[in-house]
């Protein structure tokens, strides 16, 4: 059985967390099995405007992680 993992997260979080995203993906890894493989990427962050004051504004800061698995 073969497992993949595709992870992708916001270059505004690596911005926020520093060197600290080695810590993400390392619990991340406690996650899966020994036989996933994983793959990532950082991506563009949201940047939209904010419903009450219509001033664009950052609005996530978060990892996606998706797993995709072979079923028998």
């Not at 991340?28 to 940047?47: H, Q, S």
């Amino acid at each position: 059985m073969f497992v993949r993992q595709l992870c992708w997260s916001g270059i505004g979080r690596r911005l926020l967390m520093g060197q600290r995203t080695i810590e993400a993906a390392d619990a991340a890894d406690c996650e899966r099995g020994a036989d996933t493989v994983r793959l990532g990427f950082y991506c563009n962050d949201e940047i939209a405007p904010h419903a009450r004051c219509c001033r664009c504004a950052l609005h996530e800061q978060t990892m996606t992680v998706t797993t995709f698995a072979e079923v028998a």
